[in-house]
Each structure stands twice: as C-alpha cells, then as structure tokens.
C-alpha cells in the first residue's frame, strides 16, 4: 500500500513542491504537469491553423483583388446580357457579397454551438471544413463558369463556415489549456486571425495572385491550409470537459488530460476540478438560451461577454482595417502615390505586420497584466489615438469632390496621423484583439457555454455588419469628425467595463462561476486602480 503525504509548504519563491508518493516498490512520484507539452502545442496549432488563420484570411482575401473580381462580374453579365452591371448596380452587389459573408457568419455561430454540444469542439473544427471545401470552390470556380452568382453563393457558405470557426476554436482552446497560461493560449486564437488577415494582403498584391487571371488561386488557397488542419487534428486529444461532462466518459478525459499534461503528469487536481463542475451542473436543470437571460448569474457574464465583443468591433479597428488604404493614400505625398500606386496598401501591410507582432508578444503577457487591465489598456490608447486621428484628419479630403471643414492638412498632420494608425492598431493588439475571444469562454461552465458563445458572437458578427455597413456613408458626411464617434463610445466602454469586468486569470471555472452565484454582483470586480498592485498567485 502506498502512503500519501501530504502537499509540503510553499517555498519562498512562491512554488509549491512536488507532491511525493512513496511506494513499496520505489517508483518514482508523479511529477506535477508541465505547462507546455509538444500535444498542447500541437493540439493549438492545428485548431487555430484550421479556423483563426481562415477566418482571417476571408476577413481580407478580397481586398486587394477587389476591382478585378468587380471587373468579372461586368464581364460575366455582358457576355450574357449584352449589358454590364452600372456603377451603382456594381457597387451593389459587391457590398452584398461582402455584407453575406458577415450575416450568415451568425448562422455558423448558432451551427457550431449545436454541433460543439453533440459531437464535440474537435470534430466540429473538422467537419466545419466540408464548409471550406464547398464555400473556397463555388468563389473560385465562378470565373470558369462564368457566373457572379456562384461567387455569391460561396462567400455566403464561407460565411457559415467563419462562424463556426469562431465559437468551437476558443471553446476548445479555453477547455485544453492549463487554467495558469489559459489566457495566452486562447490569444493564440486572435494571432492566428491577424497572420491570416496579413497573409491575404501579401498574397492578394497584383504582382503575386491578385491579378486578374490568378485571383482563384487567391481563394483556392484556403484548401491547402484547410488540408493541414485536416491532417494534423484527428491526432490531438479532445477536449476533457467535453468527454466527462457531455460524454460522461471519464476514462476518455483522464486519458485525453494525460496526453496533454504529459504521461508522467499528475493530473488529479485538474479531473477533480472537471468531476466537480459535471456534479454542479447535473445537480441543476439544463440550461436553454432563454435561461441565460432569465437566471442571474448566467445573465450578468453574458451581459459582459457581449459588451466585449462590442468594444472590439465599435473600437474603431474595422473603419481602419477597411479605410486605411484610402487614408493612406490622401495623407501620403502624391509623388510617392504617383511613383507606385501599391505603395497605400504596403502601408496597409505594415499595419497588419504591426497587429501581429504586438498581439504575438501579447500571448506572454496576458496572465501577467490580466485579462481586464490588457483590455482597458487597450481601450484607452485607442480612446486617445481615435481623438487625435479625429482632429488632425478632419479636413483630410480623402475622395474626390469631397469637402471637409475642419484643421486644414499639413505634412505634419498627415504624417501624424500615419504614426497614430500604427498606435491605434498597437492598442488594439494590446487586449481588445484577442480578450473578448477569449474571455467569454472562461466565464461559464460546460453546459451554457456553446449557447453562450453562440449568442456573444452574434453580437461580434452584428456589430462587424454594422460598420461595414454605416462607416463609408458617416465617413462621407463627416470626414475626419466620424473618428470622435469611436472616442466616445471607447470612453464608454472604459468606464463600464473598469467597473464590472471581473479578473478571472488563475481561477478555475468553478471559482468563476461561484463568483457571479454570490450575492453580490461579482465580489471580484476590482478597481482599476488596484490592478497595479502585485497579485498573489490564485491556488487551485
């Protein structure tokens, strides 16, 4: 019989030491797990290669191929119709191709919280991909089959697709990552979203596959890269709240956690964690979408979770994404435009290589600074940078025939301005990026979380229609003035989420919840103020 010991006192450093198992038999004590094995890494490259790095690369892939995919659409018509599409008929239609990947995107949210539910965050992340395959072949096979309405029909399969993508990956990622690093990890769901949108510019650029004859193969590309997650993720673990709790397979889970703490792990802190939560949430009635709103402490993280997803897309960062191009253009010399044309939208790619890097380094810093002081951080240098974008830009003509009253532009505005745009996206990088993404996850248990998730990325995917929908018409009226909208509306969310965002790094589910079942609001919603301070390490 083997007699345990118990857990000795933390040294001075802060770490516990190892628990000590002795045995009649001299084996060697079960080390505790490390954070970062080669399956956890596997496991996060191929979920987020499959469905991050897609999701960011249909985010961006038509935009620099933009006008020779329009030009087929007249080409197409007039070689059926005799006519071509008119000015504002083409326009028309192509901000309904683009508007049709973003509306039925809610769609695929709503999809994959049904199918993560029953067949589990992996095989939904797999099987999401017969919605590539079928999405990336009726674009690029529009031009063959000379048919514009093909293509429109596969930006809005891509759309499901993209949907489905951004509520299984960050469940999975949130459900196989030590609670200790679980914030870096679900940042890599974002990194993979901003190297894919990146990527699509490069790659999009006349001189390699924007062109008009090799702009299907632009698009096509989404195969080979849906084809590496094919591949590599039948190999990694499921997820072990998914197999214990919905499965009630605790061998399953106890393996799938072993596999990715490592073999030699002790892993019995982190099964009692999921055993409890399972107990939890069979001793309560299941949960339906009307009882998110209806039952308390599922209604207040709800609430939050939407709110974040608001400040990401109502920050600011889409009206750059989509206009710093056009921007650039005005704001840079016009000899330099003159000389090359493309040299607005490298600019464009520099801004997308700047998102990256920041939001790469953010990885190794989110569960040092915590989710809400990455976020309100973040927040409050795009507050400052929208301001100042605001003012200097407000009498920057950036179409022709366009009038604006406001500071009249100067060399110095408008390299200023340029400066301020690569902030603004820093800023962004920094929390608002990635933590609405991977904040929601942490905040419920297994059972409401697919709904949850489902109905907070709607929110996303709402407010993304919205700007793509309402920015070009303000930004005609307004001019430069449309950048003060996104200041007060980040000011706004400061202010709300400085008071009831919750921390939650270090915190097991169970604790989390616990938090929003108190009496109180969230006992742990704490000032902005106190965050600078030094935390203790949260205990499981």
Known sequence: MSDRKPLAPATDNGSEEVEVINSDDDRPARREGCLVTGTLLISIFAAVFGTGLLFGYNTGVLNNPSDNIKEFFNEAKEERTGERFSDNGLTWYWSCCIAVWALFAIV?????????????????????????????????CSKAANSYEMFFLGRLVTGIHSGVCTTACPMYLSEIAPKSIRGGVGVTFQMSCVFGILLSQVLGFESILGSADL????????????????????????????????????????????????????????????????????????????????????RRPLIISCVMMISQQFSGINAVNYYSAPIFKAALPASTVEKDPDF?????????????VITTISIFTVDRLGRKLSHLIGLGGMAASALAIGFLISGLAIDDGQVCHGIAPTDATNYTTIVLIFVFVAFFSIGPGAIPWLIAPELFTSSPRTKALSIANTVNWLCNFCIALGFDPLRKVMCGWVFLIFFVLLVIFIIYLGIRLPNVEGKTVN??????????????????????????????
């Not at 994959?112 to 991909?129: A, F, H």
């Not at 080979?224 to 397979?249: E, H, T, Y």
Request: glycine share 6%; with cysteine.
């Open 108 to 140: 695929g949210c709503f999809l994959g919280s049904i199918m993560s539910g029953r067949v589990g965050r992996k095989n939904t992340m797999l099987l999401n991909n017969i919605l590539l395959v079928i999405g990336t072949l009726l674009q690029s």
């Open 511 to 540: 604790e989390i919840v616990q938090m929003f079942k108190s009496t109180k609001d969230c006992e742990d919603v704490t000032p902005v103020v106190t965050m600078l301070s030094p935390r203790s390490e949260s205990t499981a």
């Open 215 to 298: 702009w299907p193969m632009l698009i096509n590309l989404n195969l080979a890269l849906g084809l590496v997650q094919c591949i590599i993720l039948p190999f990694c673990p499921s997820s072990p709240r998914f197999l214990l709790i919905s499965k009630n397979d605790t061998d399953g889970a106890r393996r799938a956690l072993a596999r990715l703490r490592g073999e030699s792990a002790n892993i019995e802190d982190e099964m009692k964690d999921i055993i409890e939560e399972d107990r939890k949430e069979k001793a309560e009635p299941p949960v339906d979408y009307a009882d998110l709103w209806g039952i308390a402490y599922l």
């Open 344 to 356: 607005p939208n490298y600019m464009v790619a520099v801004t997308g290589a700047v998102n990256l």
